[in-house]
């Protein structure tokens, strides 16, 4: 991630790459390439580089220590997901990004992308009328060399639930309101790893609707976000499938297909009665660069973060609370 976000400051014109901070050897080449400074730690660049932003592209457990770093130095900052490896560090930096009024954005980037935009401006306009369910899923197969290269991610602190579902999560709020409660039900029977391969999620909603997930990175299906968005290239494509459908009382909408489907008039509601149907048009954008953007003007003081850091920690703590029904077999509240 840290190196396609260079990618982006270096093709943006509007900002500099100033400086790279990694203490490994292979960031030294990258450094030379882009002909700016190399740092061995984020403490010593934000003591010696004039830099008007970070961003924050490394592993989970160091988000926290270096965006309170950041903080710290009066410096915004952009923090990959998930804003922290555990609910109580992310507890801990959102108290001091609140008391320092910091300008904190954190990389939940599909929220940047046009799909998202159209599909929430959609839903608050009221056209889908209040919402009473959502479906979603999450279904795809990593092959094995994907657990191969980081053993890790076939034991605990590993698994679809800590490293997939959080973008889920974020958009499901984003879509549908705050999440108040969730259930699980989980199987490890393909892989047969510690944890689990595949998850079957109920969701309650703040205001009233409920919602169901699948989660599996067995499942041969293209059922994906990454697999049907085609906001990232990198991934195959199948246009004629969604991954979410979300449905009110006078309509619903398919996402990202973007088909909508409601009735003529509110007296015409019935399952016998045909839906019109629209095709919603969405720009083709990388939501990356449009990040990348937001955060060039939230640092100019021209925009609010488009996700806070409490909005990140919601969804870190509404992601282990899935975990936590998981295993326990319990309803699990969220708020």
């Keep these: 991630m840290g190196r396609r976000h260079i990618e982006l400051i270096v093709a943006q014109p509007s900002c500099t790459l100033a400086c790279i901070v990694d203490p490994s050897p292979a960031a030294e080449s990258i450094a030379a390439q882009n002909r700016v400074p190399l740092y061995p730690s984020i403490e010593a660049m934000l003591g010696t580089a004039p830099v008007d932003g970070v961003i924050v592209a490394t592993p989970n457990a160091l988000h926290v220590p270096q965006a309170l770093a950041c903080i710290a130095a009066g410096v915004p900052v952009l923090v990959e997901k998930p804003v922290a490896d555990t609910v109580q560090a992310g507890e801990a930096l959102c108290d001091a990004a609140e008391r320092a009024h910091a300008k904190v954005l954190v990389g939940h980037h599909r929220r940047h992308g046009a799909i998202m935009a159209r599909a929430c401006a959609l839903i608050a306009s009221g056209a889908l009328g209040p919402l009473v369910a959502a479906v979603g899923t999450a279904l795809f197969y990593k092959p094995d060399r994907y657990f191969d290269e980081a053993p890790w991610r076939a034991q605990p602190g590993g698994g679809p639930v800590l490293i997939n579902m959080i973008h889920e999560i974020d958009n499901l709020r984003a879509l549908c309101g705050e999440i108040v409660a969730v259930q699980a039900i989980a199987s490890n029977a393909r892989r047969g790893h510690p944890v689990e391969d ?33 906001e990232n290239k990198s991934y195959a494509s199948y246009p004629d499938e969604d991954c979410y459908v979300v449905a009110g009382t006078h309509g619903s909408l398919a996402i990202p297909t973007m088909r909508l489907r409601t009735y003529r008039s509110a007296e015409e509601r019935s399952w016998w009665k045909p839906f019109e149907m629209q095709l919603l048009a969405v720009d083709d954008v990388d939501p990356l660069a449009r990040q990348l953007e937001h955060f060039c003007a939230m640092i100019r003081g021209e925009v609010a973060p488009l996700v806070g850091v409490r909005d990140g920690l919601q969804n870190l703590r509404v992601t282990e609370a899935i975990g936590e029904a998981a295993a326990s077999g319990r309803l699990i509240a969220t708020a």
Excluded: C, K, N, P
């Design 198 to 230: 595949t998850v079957a999620i109920g969701l309650r909603f703040a205001g009233g609707a409920l919602g169901t997930f699948m989660l599996s990175d067995t499942a041969a299906s293209a059922r994906s976000w990454e697999q049907t968005s085609r």
